[in-house]
C-alpha cells in the first residue's frame, strides 16, 4: 500500500512523527509511506489553497516533501507533481495537536487536507489528539493516538463504505485526551456543536500604540449534545466521523422550494 500523510501543523510537528508510525504499520513490510507537509504550521486554514500564487515544494529526503503552503495544496502537489505516476492509496491528515470535532471541523486544516483528497476520489482520515488533563502532561501526549491509530484505520478501510457520488467520503477520527490505556473504545458520532464555540477574537494593544486583535478558541472542555463526537471523545472514546464534500442542506431543499418556486 501507498500511503501519503500530511498536517497541518508543519514538517517539524511531533503529530507528524507519530502518523509516520502509523503509516507505516498500516502500509505494512511491502508498502510505502510518503509525506508531503507544509513547511510551517497552517493551523485554521481550513481547505484553502494558494489560488492566487506558486507552491514552492522541496525534496528533504527519499519520500520526504515540503510544501510552502496549505495541507490541500500539499495534497495537490502529490498528486499532481509528486506522485502523479503513481497515485496513493491512502491519505492520512494528521496527527493533528488538539481535538477537531465540533464546529473546530470547519477551521481545521488537517480537515482540509483529507477534504482535497476525498475529491480526488482517494480514501481519506484525518485524525487528531484531543489534549486536557488526562494527556497534555504526558511525556508523550500523543500516546492515545499512537496506540491506537493504526487499527482504527485499518478498520475504517475494512469497512468497506466507499463513496457513492460525485462528492467524495472521508473520516475524521479524533482520539481522547488520556492516557491509552485509558480508551473506552470507538464510537460512529455526528459532528457536534459546542455552546459558545467557534472562533472569537481578542484585542491586544502594541507597544507603538497600534491595535491588533488575536483570534482563539472557545472552550474546548464542554460537550456538544449526547451523540456528538465532541461527547464521544470526552466520555473516553475514539470517536469516528464520516464526512462527505457536500454542504447541502438537503433537509432544506424541499421546503425552501415550497416557499420559493
Request: charged residues 20%; proline residues 7%; negative net charge.
Amino acid at each position: 500500500m501507498r500511503i501519503l500523510i500530511t498536517n497541518d501543523d508543519g514538517i517539524n510537528a511531533p503529530g507528524l512523527e507519530v502518523m509516520e508510525r502509523i503509516a507505516a504499520e498500516v502500509a505494512g513490510p511491502g508498502g510505502e509511506v510518503w509525506t508531503v507537509a507544509p513547511a510551517f504550521e497552517q493551523s485554521g486554514v481550513a481547505h484553502a489553497i494558494s489560488y492566487t500564487h506558486p507552491t514552492m515544494i522541496a525534496e528533504l529526503a527519499p519520500r520526504r516533501w515540503v510544501a510552502e503552503g496549505s495541507p490541500a495544496d500539499c495534497v495537490l502537489a502529490a498528486v499532481g507533481d509528486i506522485m502523479a505516476d503513481a497515485l496513493p492509496d491512502l491519505v492520512l491528515s494528521g496527527v493533528n495537536r488538539g481535538n477537531n470535532a465540533g464546529e473546530n471541523v470547519l477551521y481545521s486544516g488537517t480537515v482540509g487536507g483529507a477534504m482535497e483528497a476525498a475529491l480526488k476520489g482517494l480514501p481519506a482520515i484525518a485524525l487528531s489528539q484531543y489534549y486536557g488533563p488526562g494527556n497534555s502532561a504526558l511525556d508523550d501526549p500523543f500516546e492515545a493516538a499512537a496506540a491506537h491509530g493504526a487499527a482504527v484505520v485499518r478498520d475504517i478501510l475494512a469497512a468497506g463504505l466507499a463513496a457513492d457520488g460525485p462528492y467524495g467520503i472521508f473520516y475524521n477520527v479524533n482520539f481522547p485526551p488520556v492516557r491509552a490505556a485509558e480508551v473506552a473504545g470507538r464510537r460512529v458520532a455526528p459532528q457536534g456543536a459546542r455552546a459558545g464555540g467557534g472562533m472569537q477574537t481578542e484585542p491586544h494593544m502594541s507597544p507603538s500604540g497600534r491595535r491588533f486583535l488575536w483570534v482563539r478558541s472557545g472552550r474546548q472542555d464542554v460537550t456538544a449534545g449526547e451523540d456528538s463526537d465532541v461527547t464521544a471523545a470526552l466520555d473516553r472514546y475514539i470517536a469516528v466521523t464520516p464526512m462527505r464534500c457536500d454542504l447541502t442542506a438537503h433537509d432544506l431543499l424541499a421546503p425552501l422550494a415550497e416557499r420559493l418556486t
